[in-house]
């Protein structure tokens, strides 16, 4: 059987997502780690630090009539920064590279 090329540079666009998300997350976790032998305190990186510093505001989200749908919101974007570009990545890298 033959390769399908589409489906190789998929698969191929797919190692690259995989490999660039775990350069980043171990750059934001080698980060934290310097900072931590400089100042004896651990860097707390979340999620929506990097989305604050782009601009956007989640003062909309103070107000939901869902409480719940509010929590899990927050929930999430209060999860460290490396920990949701590494899953993410691999998640997404795994599934271009996958074949049928």
């Known amino acids: ?3 399908n090329p589409k489906t190789n540079k998929l698969s191929y666009c797919g190692n690259i997502i ?3 998300g775990l350069i980043v997350t171990i750059s934001i976790l080698g980060y934290q780690f310097y900072h931590w032998l400089i100042n004896g305190e651990w860097l707390p990186l979340p999620f929506y630090k990097p989305l604050q510093y ?3 505001s989640f003062e909309g989200l103070l107000d939901l009539q869902w ?3 509010q929590k899990t919101i927050f ?4 999860l460290p920064l490396a ?3 590494g899953v993410s990545s691999l998640s997404i890298g795994w599934l271009m590279s996958m074949k049928d």
Request: a negative charge; aromatic letters at 6%.
């Open 1 to 3: 059987m033959e390769d």
């Open 18 to 20: 995989i490999g660039l």
């Open 54 to 56: 782009l601009g956007i």
């Open 67 to 69: 409480q719940g749908l």
């Open 75 to 78: 929930w999430i974007l209060e």
């Open 83 to 85: 920990g949701i570009i």
